[in-house]
């Protein structure tokens, strides 16, 4: 019983989640804020585009989306060294880094992508399917991190 | 169309204070726009009307749909067990998200539509 649950147990799972919010989020927060230089320095020639640059900010929030999902996930089954076992507590260890690092990743992308995206299109219009496909693909990085997250979390 | 980048060879501009890192040069001001240029564009409270709106969607709906999928569909009326029924919620309120994303892109890719004809130079 001892071995199987011992105290240090739900440390990993905390540990999870705390890093599947923080990672996402620093990775949002970069792509969010390399975007929003770019926007604000289009956006003084062209303001009509505002509406159409923000898309890369939007996305860059739907990463911290995926590791406040990932977050919940594993802190709504934490629970007591009792009843919460070592390899509960590795499984969320893991789902929590797999989605942190690859929002992280993701919301990289996404920075650099959106900043040189949206001052592309500020002077070549026909840049912006370019530049919403590329911004998808970095997204679906993301998305792979939360798939592998929710599958690690039902085991 | 204007060149945006004509006047690479003055760094100094009125706005180089704002360079970052990024090396692409920066924007010059435009010459200060007559008050003929402000009729043409829509009025400022309905792009920001919109753009709330779709914010908005975009950061309640899915963790709405995550507590209400949880627990009334699939807590409530099949009686799932926990973990599934997380699982299952955490997908319902992904797809809600890429949904509101995806609606959100078509309309800011038409509004562009219907904005460009008005632009002249």
Same mark, same amino acid.
């Given at each position: 019983m001892a071995d199987q649950n011992p105290?240090?147990?739900?440390?990993?799972?905390?540990?999870?989640?705390?890093?599947?919010?923080?990672?996402?989020? @620093?990775? =949002?927060?970069?792509?969010?804020?390399?975007?929003?230089?770019?926007?604000?320095?289009?956006?003084?020639?062209?303001?009509? $585009?505002?509406?159409?640059?923000?898309?890369?900010?939007?996305? =860059?929030?739907?990463?911290?989306?995926?590791?406040? +999902? +990932?977050?919940?996930?594993?802190?709504?089954? !934490?629970?007591?060294?009792?009843?919460?076992?070592?390899?509960?507590?590795?499984?969320?260890?893991? =789902?929590? $880094?797999?989605?942190?690092?690859?929002?992280? =990743?993701?919301?990289?992308?996404?920075?650099?992508?959106?900043?040189?995206?949206?001052?592309?299109?500020?002077?070549?219009?026909? $840049?912006?399917?370019?530049?919403?496909?590329?911004?998808?693909?970095?997204?679906?990085?993301? !998305?792979?991190?939360?798939?592998?997250?929710?599958? @690690?979390?039902?085991? | 169309m204007f060149n945006i980048n004509s006047n690479i060879s003055n760094p100094a501009g009125p706005f180089s204070q704002m360079s970052n890192t990024d090396s692409t040069p920066i924007m010059q001001a435009p010459e200060p726009a007559g008050p003929s240029n402000s009729g043409q564009e829509r009025p400022d409270l309905e792009v920001l009307t919109t753009v709330f709106y779709y914010c908005f969607t975009i950061i309640v709906m899915p963790v709405l749909s995550f507590f209400v999928t949880k627990h009334i569909v699939f807590g409530g009326m099949f009686g799932v067990d926990s973990v599934t029924s997380n699982v299952y919620s955490a997908i319902a309120a992904i797809i809600v998200v890429h949904i509101s994303l995806a609606m959100f892109i078509k309309r800011a890719y038409s509004e562009a539509d219907r904005v460009k004809p008005q632009k002249q130079d």
């Amino acid at each position: 019983m001892a071995d199987q649950n011992p105290i240090y147990g739900p440390f990993f799972g905390v540990m999870g989640a705390a890093s599947a919010i923080i990672f996402s989020s @620093l990775g =949002a927060a970069y792509g969010t804020a390399k975007a929003g230089t770019g926007i604000a320095a289009m956006s003084v020639m062209r303001p009509e $585009l505002i509406m159409k640059s923000i898309i890369p900010v939007v996305m =860059a929030g739907i990463i911290a989306i995926y590791g406040l +999902v +990932v977050a919940v996930l594993i802190s709504g089954a !934490l629970g007591d060294s009792t009843k919460y076992t070592a390899y509960k507590g590795f499984i969320h260890l893991g =789902a929590g $880094l797999a989605v942190g690092f690859s929002g992280l =990743a993701a919301g990289f992308a996404i920075g650099i992508v959106g900043d040189a995206g949206v001052r592309g299109t500020a002077q070549q219009p026909r $840049l912006f399917v370019g530049m919403i496909l590329i911004l998808i693909f970095a997204e679906v990085l993301g !998305l792979y991190g939360l798939i592998v997250a929710i599958y @690690l979390y039902t085991k | 169309m204007f060149n945006i980048n004509s006047n690479i060879s003055n760094p100094a501009g009125p706005f180089s204070q704002m360079s970052n890192t990024d090396s692409t040069p920066i924007m010059q001001a435009p010459e200060p726009a007559g008050p003929s240029n402000s009729g043409q564009e829509r009025p400022d409270l309905e792009v920001l009307t919109t753009v709330f709106y779709y914010c908005f969607t975009i950061i309640v709906m899915p963790v709405l749909s995550f507590f209400v999928t949880k627990h009334i569909v699939f807590g409530g009326m099949f009686g799932v067990d926990s973990v599934t029924s997380n699982v299952y919620s955490a997908i319902a309120a992904i797809i809600v998200v890429h949904i509101s994303l995806a609606m959100f892109i078509k309309r800011a890719y038409s509004e562009a539509d219907r904005v460009k004809p008005q632009k002249q130079d």
